[in-house]
């Protein structure tokens, strides 16, 4: 058996190993180790360790740029290095600093309140704006205290309007109200609940720092940073706070993760006329939360003209299926003056198919998002005929071109 395996080319029914090593590429270096291809030729030692000889093979992993963490802001608020910026703009009004260290407060409904206009010698960055009371927040750093100013501009008692001081080495990051209530989120991860009042009801720990936060009504809405951000994707969670101090505790849902397009940011977070969640990224698709999914209910960047403009969003009427806002042309945010121009796009899911019924389609999805949060119940009637109406047309239109 062993005369099989010899090196002997001149016996035709023997395996000359030799011969078989060179015609596959292999042969031995000088010491005598079996080496392949082009190292053949070349005199070669053998790798001292298993670590030397993988790094001979293994490759350079990809470069990965980092993405850096985004920075906390307030809905509606313009950034910081504008010389006048909005510090908030919704459905209410408009809350923003004009020259000589000033701050203005115009009311879209003179019914609400008579405008307002004060000086700002304590440097207020941070603003929340609801038809009964204005906050505003000043974020603090280490020569200066992190603090809140409470305006409720509803009531006749000038008592009723209240400053504080967070505790020394705590800031401001950012501020909310709603019906009868003030939320302030904090450096220490935070969330301060007071009444509207200054009587200090609740503080509650998130799990990570804040991204934004909105109030109305009594729900709170709160975006955080739940992780690092992986390659081209910030990694977002948010918390739904149910606050009504008569009832006791608050009732707290969350973390839980929020979708955002990939390679983009937060650009606007608020809550519908009927007290549901919604999100706007930089790629301007917005996002409503509804029986625990996100639905992406409009693609504002295929209602605008060029690549560069934006739409400026300020509110979402879900009943009527309309989005407010304010058309930019070339920027991500409107001038402080003039007074901007109010726009109205339609709620349009960026389904697959378009036309007639695309359009039935659009219909049923939003009859079908308002079944649960109806609860007056002529309009759950007329709601249900209307997704009837749809499935009937749908069918018809399957018929006729055979779908």
Not at 146 to 174: A, C, M, R, T
Not at 348 to 356: L, R, S
């Given at each position: ?9 001149d016996?035709?029914?023997s395996?000359?190993?030799?011969k078989?090593q ?10 005598g180790?079996l080496i392949?291809?082009?190292?053949a ?5 053998r790798p001292t ?6 790094s001979?093979v293994s490759r350079?992993?990809p470069?990965v740029?980092?993405?850096?963490l985004?920075?906390?802001f307030?809905p509606?608020?313009?950034p910081?290095?504008?010389?006048f910026?909005?510090l ?10 004009i020259?000589d260290?000033?701050?203005?407060v115009?009311?879209?409904?003179s019914?609400?309140?008579y405008n307002?206009?004060?000086r ?5 960055t ?11 927040g ?8 992190g ?7 509803k009531?006749?008692?000038q008592?009723k309007?209240?400053i504080?001081?967070?505790p020394?080495?705590e800031?401001v990051?950012g ?5 009868g ?10 969330v301060?609940?007071f ?14 720092p804040l ?8 729900q709170l809405?709160i ?5 690092y951000p992986m390659?081209?994707?910030q990694?977002?969670?948010?918390y739904s ?17 929020l ?5 983009t940011?937060?650009y ?12 706007m990224?930089t ?9 625990s999914?996100?639905?992406?209910i409009?693609d504002t960047?295929?209602?605008?003209k060029?690549k560069?403009?934006t ?5 979402v ?11 930019c ?16 796009l339609?709620?349009?899911v960026p ?9 039935l389609e659009?219909r049923?999805l939003?009859s079908?998002m ?7 119940e ?5 709601n ?7 499935l009937?047309?749908?069918f ?6 055979k779908i």
């Amino acid at each position: 058996m062993v005369e099989l395996f010899n090196d002997d080319d001149d016996d035709e029914n023997s395996f000359s190993i030799s011969k078989i090593q060179a015609e596959t590429g292999f042969a031995k270096d000088e010491e005598g180790h079996l080496i392949h291809g082009e190292r053949a030729d070349i005199p070669s030692s053998r790798p001292t360790s298993a670590a030397s000889s993988f790094s001979e093979v293994s490759r350079p992993a990809p470069r990965v740029e980092p993405v850096k963490l985004q920075s906390a802001f307030q809905p509606g608020a313009s950034p910081d290095h504008f010389t006048f910026r909005f510090l908030a703009y919704n459905r209410v009004g408009i809350v923003k600093t004009i020259q000589d260290n000033c701050i203005d407060v115009d009311f879209h409904n003179s019914d609400t309140h008579y405008n307002l206009f004060f000086r700002n010698p304590d440097n207020y960055t941070l603003a929340a704006l609801t038809d009964k009371v204005l906050v505003l927040g000043r974020e603090g750093d280490e020569e200066t205290t992190g603090k809140i100013s409470v305006n409720n501009f509803k009531s006749h008692d000038q008592n009723k309007d209240w400053i504080l001081d967070l505790p020394e080495g705590e800031y401001v990051d950012g501020v909310a109200a709603g019906e009868g209530w003030v939320a302030v989120t904090t450096s220490k991860n935070y969330v301060r609940l007071f009444t509207a009042w200054g009587i200090q009801r609740e503080i509650i720990s998130v799990s990570g720092p804040l991204v934004s936060m909105v109030g109305s009504g009594d729900q709170l809405f709160i975006v955080i940073h739940s992780a690092y951000p992986m390659p081209k994707q910030q990694n977002f969670a948010f918390y739904s706070i149910s606050i009504n101090f008569k009832k006791g505790l608050s009732k707290l849902q969350g973390p839980k993760s929020l979708p955002i397009t990939p390679d983009t940011e937060l650009y606007w977070i608020g809550l519908s006329d009927t007290k549901l969640p919604l999100t706007m990224d930089t790629a301007g698709v917005i996002r409503m939360h509804l029986n625990s999914s996100w639905y992406p209910i409009c693609d504002t960047k295929s209602e605008m003209k060029g690549k560069m403009d934006t739409f400026y969003i300020t509110g979402v009427d879900q009943l009527d299926n309309e989005i407010y806002g304010v058309k930019c042309r070339g920027s991500r945010y409107p001038q402080t003056l003039p007074k901007p121009t109010p726009s109205i796009l339609p709620m349009q899911v960026p389904f697959c198919i378009t036309g007639e019924r695309g359009g039935l389609e659009q219909r049923l999805l939003y009859s079908t998002m308002l079944t649960p949060v109806i609860k007056d119940e002529e309009q759950d009637l007329k709601n249900r005929r209307t997704e009837m109406e749809c499935l009937m047309k749908i069918f018809a239109l399957a018929c006729r071109f055979k779908i």
